[in-house]
T-cell receptor
């Protein structure tokens, strides 16, 4: 069964710093991996989707990478801003089951 | 605008009562999902449906029931058999099939048992 782990569980950084969020998974036979953002008490917003054949995807200040052989994905946020404060979740599609989610990393960017 | 509508946003229930959470989408998506979110637990799958009149249990289906009579609608009933129903419930939808399954989420429904 696919297991997804996100480390750290929480992270606090000063505004302007570049940062990396980590996601690891146990089964490398995946179809795709997604990164989501969740604001407190809200639904999830998809940020980036990486197909299994891709190595990375970029959107603005966000860059997500995928290394299936090592079972890892990273979300890089450049020049962080207070508006980036949220919980970031990764989720994987594999096998015949719907998305499996990690528990998320709660990010606080301090002005 | 296309999207997913969940209602109600907040719901209070007395112990022993069944409640139904609504989820409607106008994205023409074939697949719909219900997730439960608890603090520190991430999202856990309750039920999902890939086609009308068919649905499958997820990891934590006990105490819940669903129906999929229309493509646009996937209501979730939290029954009195669910021992700890207080949680944040999220509905999502996607196109069916593999490869480009981007999930669209609703804004969520927060259920509190009094």
């Amino acid at each position: 069964k696919q297991e997804v782990t996100q480390i750290p569980a929480a992270l606090s950084v000063p505004e302007g710093e570049n940062l990396v969020l980590n996601c690891s998974f146990t089964d490398s036979a995946i179809y795709n991996l997604q990164w989501f953002r969740q604001d407190p008490g809200k639904g999830l917003t998809s940020l980036l989707l990486i197909q299994s054949s891709q190595r990375e995807q970029t959107s603005g200040r966000l860059n997500a990478s995928l290394d299936k052989s090592s079972g890892r994905s990273t979300l890089y946020i450049a020049a962080s801003q207070p508006g980036d404060s949220a919980t970031y979740l990764c989720a994987l599609l594999s096998g015949n089951t719907p998305l499996v989610f990690g528990k998320g990393t709660r990010l606080s960017v301090i002005a | 605008d296309g999207g997913i509508t969940q209602s109600p946003k907040y719901l209070f229930r007395k112990e022993g009562q069944n409640v139904t959470l609504s989820c409607e989408q106008n994205l023409n998506h074939d697949a719909m999902y219900w997730y439960r979110q608890d603090p520190g637990q991430g999202l856990r799958l309750i039920y999902y449906s890939q086609i009308v009149n068919d649905f499958q249990k997820g990891d934590i289906a006990e105490g819940y029931s669903v129906s999929r009579e229309k493509k646009e609608s996937f209501p979730l009933t939290v029954t009195s058999a669910q021992k700890n129903p207080t949680a944040f419930y999220l509905c999502a939808s996607s196109i069916a099939g593999r490869g480009a399954n981007v999930l669209t989420f609703g804004a969520g429904s927060r259920l509190t048992v009094l």
